[in-house]
């Protein structure tokens, strides 16, 4: 069984910021993530970008800087993340999956990892959401169990898809996941959605030469809630209706070339079911947090979304000795994005000043994150 002081689970953007933290104060730690670096982005649509300006997304003190001075792309990040990797040689376990913590009488833990064929999130977690006892066959080899006096968990918040549960759901032409855009071009696509990856794919298909449905649940599309560039295109391209909208609707339906939404009249409340043409359905509803995990631990979980409960000015979780950070600290965001890269900083610092015995560090005066700008 190999030893630590400090198991660290998870390499995204705020996972690896820890991980150069904690080297770089001589603490030692493992450091482990079911797939590559930055997992989550990899299955991002090509071509994505951040919501924040470069350097609000910057880690490790160390600059990131692009080619034309404007928003982040997935691919420039990544390329990024891996610099960091390399520039403070990092050590990461990469395609290592948790399966399961338990923790002992003396207060220590023991975790019990899998090689990963991919990471958390994506269409291939969909194919990983079953209990370990049940799947065996289905799992890669047992690693060497470890054992850690102490654990960060920085799993993310984005590991399966919000589900509808309608008939239809499962077919092979619909997707919880944009992918590639090129792909639907010339096709009848119906995207569900109304909040940025809905509406990010809207625009990007409606461009790519797809002639796009979009439906949404809500009265009118909110503009506090959609990137602000996006907000003003998505609008021109309904008003133009080079996009049909669907508002105070809902699929109920979906069959092999159409879908069956049932939209509401909000003044009279009576409902009228409509088919409508399709080749490819795109669910973009939103992304939930598997708190497995935090379950398996005895971490306090609060609200709809399984909010972890913490000191938030140590990030410790009501068990001794489990920080939480990054996203991941928030449980399902519910309510739209409260802890996203550019708020999460602070949490590394929180977690070194509490190892090492420092005062927490001194709040911001009411910060306010560029994305709500």
């Not at 770089?24 to 924040?52: C, K, R």
């Not at 409260?338 to 420092?358: C, D, N, P």
């Amino acid at each position: 069984m190999r030893t630590t002081e400090i198991a660290l689970i998870g390499a995204g953007p705020i996972g690896i910021e820890m991980a150069v933290a904690l080297k770089s104060a001589g603490i030692d730690y493992l450091h482990l993530e079911a797939g590559n670096i930055g997992s989550t982005m990899q299955w991002w649509a090509p071509g994505t970008v951040f919501f924040s300006s470069s350097d609000r997304i910057e880690i490790a003190s160390l600059p990131l800087q692009n080619e034309h001075q404007g928003k982040t792309s997935r691919e420039e990040y990544l390329s990024y993340l891996r610099t960091v990797v390399l520039h403070y040689k990092l050590e990461i376990e990469t395609f290592t999956r948790v399966t399961e913590i338990s923790r002992q009488t003396d207060g220590s833990f023991i975790l019990q990892c899998r090689r990963s064929n991919h990471g958390v999130g994506g269409p291939e977690e969909l194919t990983c959401n079953h209990p370990v006892e049940d799947h065996k066959e289905l799992l890669h080899e047992l690693l060497e169990p470890i054992a850690a006096k102490k654990l960060v968990l920085a799993i993310g918040d984005m590991h399966l898809p919000r589900m509808l549960n309608i008939p239809g759901e499962n077919l092979p032409h619909v997707s919880h996941y944009l992918g590639e855009p090129h792909q639907f071009f010339a096709k009848r696509v119906f995207i569900v959605g109304g909040k940025n990856s809905a509406i990010e794919a809207a625009i990007r298909l409606a461009r790519t030469g797809a002639h796009v449905t979009l439906c949404y649940r809500g009265n009118e599309l909110d503009s506090k809630r959609i990137k602000f560039w996006l907000y003003p295109e998505i609008m021109s391209l309904i008003r133009k209706q080079k996009i049909s909208f669907y508002n105070n609707a809902t699929p109920v339906h979906i069959e092999s070339s159409s879908t069956t939404i049932r939209q509401i009249d909000p003044s009279t409340k009576e409902t009228a079911d409509l088919k409508i043409d399709t080749d490819f359905v795109l669910l973009l509803t939103g992304y939930t947090q598997n708190p497995e995990i935090y379950r398996q631990l005895g971490i306090s979980l609060s609200g709809e979304g399984n909010k972890p409960d913490f000191n938030p000015q140590t990030m410790e979780t009501n068990i001794p000795g489990v920080y939480v950070i990054g996203t991941g600290s928030a449980g399902t965001q519910t309510a739209g994005s409260t802890e996203f890269i550019e708020t999460s900083h602070v949490h590394v610092e929180r977690i070194m000043a509490h190892l090492q015995g420092k005062n927490p560090p001194v709040a911001k005066l009411n910060p306010v994150p560029e994305r709500e700008i």
